[in-house]
């Protein structure tokens, strides 16, 4: 079975359980998006199923592989990490930091990795600056050639294995509107089309619920609800999560979306 999973896993920072039996499937073909407030536990989630974290408890299963039994190239193989913030020191050119997300997969040709560029560059609408170098790139900029880089491994792990996984750790939190609806665009066709499993950490309930096929809403290092957008994110368990109230409403212009409006003002407690 093609799914990358967590089961009642759990994952401690320091004396902090940030992650409590946590578990989540993410099937080749979707889009799941993980919702809630600073602190909730997303980014940890993500961390343990990239295997960036230990999981004190519980299992990180990628086709019935526990994760720990993977090395790290073999988890390259298979699934692709956009983390928040990519650090890269060395001014490159644009194409080549792309590049480098077919480095785990040594037996594709110059060509294949072109083509995966190529295409790549196109998701990330990059071709108007594919001459660029990385150090000259505005930050939105940077953040869409580090998702052009593991659209890239993506690619190379799907035509090696037949699928793959993207986590993507808040990848619109640089964009304007305009790219931050292209991107979720590429993300929905891209599950579809690929034969992508792809988990993305947001903050933006309305593009989650216009995007996603199905929404982790996540509390305290727990799972609040889960399920389509339209079912999981009620405006009692909304209003709950982050301490405001919310309407949801239907969508005005695709009746079977929801618009999610915020009320009133946090609650000083």
């Known amino acids: 079975m093609n799914v990358c999973e967590t089961c009642a896993l759990s994952?401690?920072?320091?004396?902090?359980?940030?992650?409590?039996?946590?578990?989540?499937?993410?099937?080749?073909?979707?889009?799941?998006?993980?919702?809630?407030?600073?602190?909730?536990?997303?980014?940890?989630?993500?961390?343990?199923?990239?295997g960036e974290l230990p999981a004190c408890s519980g299992d990180v299963l990628i086709d019935g592989k526990s994760l720990a039994d993977l090395d790290s190239r073999a988890q390259a193989?298979?699934?692709?990490?956009?983390?928040?913030?990519?650090?890269?020191?060395?001014?490159?050119?644009?194409?080549?930091?792309i590049r480098m997300g077919a480095y785990p997969f040594r037996e594709a040709t110059p060509d294949q990795v072109e083509g995966w560029v190529q295409q790549s560059l196109?998701?990330?609408?990059?071709?108007?600056?594919?001459?660029?170098?990385?150090?000259?790139?505005?930050?939105?900029?940077a953040q869409r050639v580090q998702f052009a880089r593991v659209l890239v491994q993506a690619r190379a792990a799907a035509a090696t294995a037949g699928h793959a996984y993207l986590l993507l750790d808040e990848p619109t939190s640089s964009l304007d509107p305009r790219h931050q609806l292209f991107l979720m665009h590429r993300v929905?066709?891209?599950?579809?089309?690929?034969?992508?499993?792809?988990?993305?950490?947001?903050?933006?309930?309305?593009?989650?619920?216009?995007?996603?096929?199905?929404?982790?809403?996540?509390?305290?290092?727990k799972v609040a609800s889960e399920g389509v957008p339209a079912v999981a994110l009620t405006p009692q368990t909304l209003e709950q999560v982050f301490g405001i109230p919310m309407r949801v409403l239907p969508h005005p212009l695709e009746p079977r979306r929801i618009l999610v409006l915020a009320e009133g003002n946090a609650s000083s407690q």
Request: include cysteine.
């Open 11 to 50: 994952v401690r920072r320091g004396c902090r359980d940030v992650i409590r039996a946590v578990s989540v499937r993410l099937r080749v073909g979707e889009v799941v998006g993980v919702l809630g407030p600073n602190g909730a536990g997303k980014s940890s989630l993500l961390g343990a199923m990239a």
């Open 188 to 221: 929905h066709q891209l599950a579809q089309r690929e034969r992508f499993g792809i988990l993305i950490v947001m903050h933006d309930i309305n593009l989650a619920a216009q995007w996603c096929s199905r929404v982790v809403l996540l509390n305290d290092g």
């Open 122 to 141: 196109v998701d990330a609408d990059l071709t108007h600056l594919a001459a660029a170098r990385y150090a000259e790139l505005s930050g939105g900029e």
């Open 77 to 97: 193989r298979i699934r692709a990490v956009l983390p928040q913030h990519a650090a890269l020191t060395f001014d490159l050119p644009l194409t080549e930091v």
